[in-house]
């Protein structure tokens, strides 16, 4: 294992912004893993420093197969992360929104630039990702459509789906976005929470980053098979929304099964307990995503289904 | 009359209202022209907010020459506006790239789905923004390329400085000038002032440019006052100052001011050590048309964007 600064940033009186990277291996660039492009995504940075334990363990036992070389970034952003804030702490700009990046251009543009001159050369490209939306999702692997996308590929990480979503203006500026245009197949894998830590999840995106890598031949290590994924377009899910507002009580989970007319979640009046709305399954199928929060916005979505085919 | 153009139920006993004043001319059933003026997309910007006052105060002054339909929005982001936040508070979200939204969205789609119907049907829309908190702008308007043949002409009335006319950009298509304009509704951006601020002598130029433009369109038929002949930039010709260092800036120049190449815009400065970690120089002779506001820098903010080939440059 080789640690490296990546890229250094002076502010005028905190510390310097200092991105380190994690080396394992040496020869072709064969994968590279990114955590907290986020202040708030600590369960990314925990599961880089999970696999950054394995992989120095695999590494001292000559797992990593020869001629292959593996980066892991574990964090970004831990400038805003130290401080309690989601984006870049100064002007509130999002990382994740300004890639390729621009070395000339403003900070974040060049903190991007720096970062993305470094990894867009790697096959394949992992980030730990996370959703603007308050919720938890069932574990799974999520790419744009490109053209270039591949999800067969995107099948080997064994976790239950694979997501594919049609690249919105706004998309075109995302760290996934442009590892793909630069042809370094790009993989985000979600699991369940951002601002605090789940260990069981932790374990299941580690696992599913190690059996990918086996499975490409980058190193050498024991996995489970892991699930068979089901590939889906994100246009494909149905969302459920909240006819009203008020206080949230979530009936169902991801991954659980529903059918048509169940109970999903209860919205209740916040002064006076009763019940505004009992919001029910649109449709057989399995909850893909479903909202966190003890509070709800009218036209907030509730959850997303994954429709179950009748054959 | 105050319309709601939507609401939407927040948790605990609040509604979001999305509101516009519609201002119609006396008698006549005939279909009338219609401008719509829009702003507060991003909460922190509130030079607009003078220009819709002010607007109605010469309207209420004159009703009779009033020809035609106008509808103001003060507020498309309230909940940004009224808590200080450039996004939609909840989200951290800019409001000014989920255009055009959806029905079927979630409540940020379709509030901004619902605006857009609303606006739709305009004969031209001003959407007036305010940089930000950091940068000062000189009254501009801001047009990308594909729709400049359309929509330079009418940008022409608006008595601004000038008239940026820059690349197009993927990311810039969810705006809401872009979703409307794609409508064929045209509509114009205009950047002005600084964030959290109200520039009167900017706001009063605009105004006087609106009422160019509605005279133009048929909508008023009162004085409108000459207007300034803007600069038409197109992209080559503006250059990006950015920070090379961390620190406090200071300028040493005025917006607005002529600068030679080499010219010196302000200083970084490092109050620990007492040293300049960067002395900024104009690297093209021009105008300098934004100057940073907010003192803390740190490497690449922005300080300056100077127009090129500005020594025709008119300024009343
Ligand atoms: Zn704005």
Known sequence: MEKEVMYTLKAPYRDALRIHGYHFGKGEKAACIIGALRGNEVQQLYVCSQLIKVLTELEKHGSISFGKEILVIPSVNHYSMNIGKRFWAVDNTDINRMFPGYDKGETTQRIAAGIFNQVSSYSFGIQFASFYMPGDFVPHVRMMETGYQNTSLA?????????VRKPRPIDTTTLNYNWQLWETSAFSVYTNETDEIDENSARMAVSAVLRFLTRMGIIKYNSHSGYIANVIYEDELTTVHAGSAGIFRRKREPGEEVLRGDVLAEILDPYEGTLREAVTAPTDGIIFFAHRKPLITEKDVVCRIIRRLHQ | MIETVVEVALPVDEKLMIQKNRITPAGGQERKRRISIVTGTHGDELEGQYVCYEVQRIIREHPECLTGVVDIYPALNPLGIDSITRGIPQFDLDMNRIFPGSKEGVFTEYVAAEIVDDILGSDVCIDIHASNIYLREIPQVRISEETAERLVPLAMHLNVDFIWVHESATVLESTLAHSLNMMSVPTLVVEMGVGMRITKEYCRQLVTGIFHLMKELGIWNGEAEEVREPFISLNGEVDFVNADASGIFVPE????????????????????????????????????????????????????????????????
């Not at chain 2, 021009?286 to 740190?298: A, C, H, K, M, N």
């Not at chain 2, 964007?305 to 440059?313: D, E, F, N, P």
């Open chain 1, 155 to 163: 099948n080997l990480f064994g976790l239950p789906y694979v997501v």
């Open chain 2, 253 to 316: 120049v005025e917006i607005g001011t002529y600068l030679e190449r080499g010219g010196h815009i302000g200083d970084i400065l490092n109050p620990l050590t007492g040293e300049v970690e960067n002395s900024l120089k104009a690297s093209i002779a021009g105008t300098v048309f934004t100057v940073r506001e907010y003192p803390i820098v740190y490497h690449g903010s922005l300080i300056a964007r100077i127009l090129g080939g500005t020594k025709q440059w008119k300024k009343k």
